[in-house]
């Protein structure tokens, strides 16, 4: 079987693509929540304290992120396929359970179904894209999964902001996502087959030195990978932050919900859109670099959070903390299959994700315990510096690659 399979986006275009339609119902899942979520404690739970608010992204935050993990840890037993499938039966009950949650303890228990089904099938989808295309195009190819997956983030969240001002939070806005958890099941059981035998086909011809030890090496040891690691982690820590604090700092600021909802918005549109060229980018231009001013472009917009009050303020703030996440999104992905070998990467692919995703948590209790002692400036400010300080260990720590990035 392997004898017949060949590497490459072109070739395998048709999968690949089917590929991107799934990942955009896995972003879509998330956006159900961006826009409204805040606003629903406030007004229909009466939840006031920030660490209280943002316990359903602590919650999602750690649950994906143990769901990365075994999705790398059984991706070459399991199959990716299969894992993918798994992913989006966690997902049918979220929509269902958000309509009728009658506490906010609901809400939290939702998320914690959520952060397994995105942990399961955003990673199986990232690495059959990655298992497809082979060594030449894999920048592009995160690009083009990362767009198709934040560009659905944005539209769920622009749509749910829109509904939600127009007939309320609650049912309508999760109408959405029982249509696209029903058809994401669909699209993965009839149409997605299993990458396996691409990883065999890579493996023959890889010349990169294999882990010791892949949790170790990926996450402290190795310059180039646990460098990686810890921006992946500092990325989502501020994301985590913006998506619990934002729609407060903006509705404190007398912004009703259609106009979060925009905001909100922008930020992952951005990111989206953007990756189908920064993607390529990180085919082309040493990682290091994409990866350093990504994430201070990152920590600039957040800083810049605390002067701002006027509409076009945030708009521009949204679009330059979209760009800093455009640039640095794909390259993650590309920049932690280069370094390890195809046998490895899948493996190492879900500890970096372990780590990125649990940013989120990290964010959320960090930003609502600052929140609530010290104010949202406070907050904001210092997610804004330790996103900073974050690009400056990739600055210090990283070796330069060469041309795929290889230390």
Do not use: C
Request: charged share 15%; proline share 3%.
């Amino acid at each position: 079987m392997s004898s017949k399979i060949q590497l490459g986006l072109r070739q395998n275009w048709k999968q690949f693509t089917l590929l991107i339609i799934i990942n955009a119902f896995v972003g879509g899942m998330i956006g159900l929540e961006r826009s409204i979520l805040p606003e629903l404690a406030r007004e229909e739970f009466g939840i006031v304290a920030k660490s209280a608010l943002l316990s359903f992204i602590v919650v999602f935050g750690f649950t994906k992120a143990i769901a990365n993990y075994f999705a790398g840890a059984l991706a070459n037993t399991v199959g990716r396929r299969k894992l993918l499938i798994y992913g989006w039966l966690f997902a049918i009950p979220v929509p269902i359970i958000l309509i009728f949650a009658e506490s906010w303890t609901w809400v939290v228990a939702s998320n914690v179904l959520l952060g397994i089904s995105q942990g399961l099938t955003w990673s199986s989808t990232v690495v059959m894209k990655i298992d497809l295309v082979g060594e030449k195009n894999r920048g592009l190819a995160m690009g083009l999964n990362e767009f198709a997956g934040y560009l659905a983030v944005a539209l769920v969240a622009l749509l749910t902001g829109f509904i939600a001002s127009e007939y309320g939070l609650r049912p309508y806005p999760f109408y959405i996502g029982i249509a696209i958890s029903t058809l994401g099941l669909a699209g993965s059981i009839f149409l997605i087959r299993d990458t396996r035998g691409f990883v065999l086909t890579e493996k023959k011809t890889s010349t990169i030195k294999p882990l010791d030890k892949v949790f170790l090496d990926t996450s402290l040891r190795h310059p180039n990978l646990s460098s990686i690691t810890q921006a992946g982690l500092v990325n989502n820590l501020n994301d985590g932050m913006v998506w619990g604090l934002l729609p407060l700092l903006l509705s404190n600021h007398g912004y009703g919900l259609k106009e979060i909802g925009m905001i909100v918005s922008i930020y992952p549109a951005v990111w989206g859109l953007g990756q189908l060229f920064t993607g390529r980018l990180a085919d082309r231009i040493n990682k290091k670099t994409l990866l350093f001013w990504g994430m201070f472009a990152q920590g600039l917009a957040l800083l810049l959070l605390i002067p701002a009050f006027e509409l076009t303020h945030y708009v521009l703030i949204s679009v330059v903390l979209g760009i800093g996440t455009a640039v640095v999104y794909p390259t993650f992905l590309a920049a932690i299959a280069d370094e390890t070998r195809p046998e490895q990467r899948a493996e190492s692919l879900g500890i970096f994700r372990l780590w990125r995703d649990s940013g989120y948590a990290f964010g959320a209790i960090l930003s609502g315990i600052l929140a609530d002692t010290f104010g949202l400036s406070t907050a904001i400010a210092a997610i804004g510096g330790l996103t900073i300080l974050s690009s400056l260990v990739v600055q210090l720590r990283m070796i330069p690659g060469q041309k795929k990035g290889r230390s």
